[in-house]
């Protein structure tokens, strides 16, 4: 599908608050399946800017739980020290 540029700000916007797929598709006025489909379709730009949106969101809630880590909260020690160990695992 053909999504216009506003479409996919908000298919960025939405993503960044980690709303579902099919929330995101009643939003913005889609069918959910077709919306899903696109951005299962890595080569799409929707799927580009979705996944990009995602991870820079996850990135910078990550950046926050290493900065509570290093101030000694004990649940962020943990979270960061799964990520080390994920990133490691992926390596």
């Known amino acids: 599908m053909n999504y216009t540029r506003k479409q996919i700000e908000q298919v960025e916007e939405y993503a960044s608050l980690f ?20 951005i299962a379709d890595k080569s799409s730009d929707v799927s580009l800017n979705y996944h990009v949106t995602k ?7 990550r950046r926050q739980e290493i900065q509570q880590a290093e101030l000694g909260s004990n649940i ?5 020290s799964k990520y080390i160990t994920d990133q490691t695992l992926d390596e």
């Open 19 to 38: 709303l579902k797929i099919s929330d995101i598709a009643l939003l913005i006025g889609v069918d959910p399946d077709v919306l899903r489909d696109d």
């Open 55 to 61: 991870l820079q969101t996850i990135a910078r809630l």
């Open 76 to 80: 962020a020690i943990e979270l960061v």
